[in-house]
Nanobody
């Protein structure tokens, strides 16, 4: 059981950067794989990126490769999403998610979700 709270969203011009944070409760944070998803207006929620519990493995959607970086600080129970070279198409509500003890970052469902933080990229 874990509670997740996202922060760091906001309004930024195209080409700019934002860093999102997701703070998690509990003492077993390192046991959770963490992911970022996003949902744009009128669209389905989509996978963005994920990181293993140790931070040694990451996976990125093609749409964000080379622009976004996921990282985590297990001592702070926090996962980050550094977003660079932002595009208007990145505008969405961004959600962090967690799953415990998974062998896959993308193939099994995420069990716990934050409330989301709005990212708006102006053109």
């Amino acid at each position: 059981q874990v509670q997740l709270v996202e922060s760091g969203g906001g309004l930024v011009q195209a080409g700019g950067s934002l860093r999102l944070s997701c703070a998690a409760s509990g003492r077993t944070f390192s046991g959770y794989a963490m992911g970022w998803f996003r949902q744009a207006p009128g669209k389905e929620r989509e996978f963005v990126t994920a990181i293993s519990g140790s931070g040694m493995s990451t996976y990125y959607a093609d749409s964000v490769k080379g622009r976004f970086t996921i990282s985590r600080d297990n001592a702070k129970n926090t996962v980050y999403l550094q977003m660079n070279s932002l595009k208007p198409e990145d505008t969405a509500v961004y959600y962090c998610a967690a799953k415990y003890g998974s062998n896959s970052l993308i193939r099994t469902p995420y069990d716990y979700w934050g409330q989301g933080t709005q990212v708006t990229v102006s053109s």
